[in-house]
């Protein structure tokens, strides 16, 4: 099993940039393959990116492609998610998450999930 703690969420204006990261807990971090989920008010939660457990392997909702960047150093039992750019409509939660599946896609189920962080973006 493995704990995800998010942080780095905040308020910034378009076009700025913000990094997440998540802190997993755990001996078996590298067995996982990772994810970053969002939700905003009144939608579902939302794929935005996902990468496999050597980090050899990304995929990006289209959304955020080329704007988000997802990376894991799994000597620090860590997640990332770089983003640049940030619209208004990247606002929501940004949940972390872990999948027992180490190659993950877009469609991979996940099985651990983090408490969620805030990040809005401002006009």
């Known amino acids: 099993q493995v704990q995800l703690v998010e942080s780095g969420g905040g308020l910034v204006q378009a076009g700025g940039s913000l990094r997440l990261s998540c802190a997993a807990s755990g001996r078996t971090f590298i067995t996982y393959g990772l994810g970053w989920f969002r939700q905003a008010p009144g939608k579902e939660r939302e794929f935005v990116a996902g990468i496999n457990w050597n980090g050899a392997s990304t995929y990006y909702a289209d959304s955020v492609k080329g704007r988000f960047t997802i990376s894991r150093d799994n000597a620090k039992n860590t997640l990332y998610l770089r983003m640049n750019t940030l619209k208004p409509e990247d606002t929501a939660v940004y949940y972390c998450?872990?999948?027992?599946?180490?190659?993950?896609?877009?469609?991979?189920?996940?099985?651990?999930w983090g408490q969620g962080t805030q990040v809005t973006v401002s006009a």
């Open positions: 998450a872990a999948s027992r599946t180490a190659n993950v896609h877009t469609t991979t189920p996940f099985d651990y």
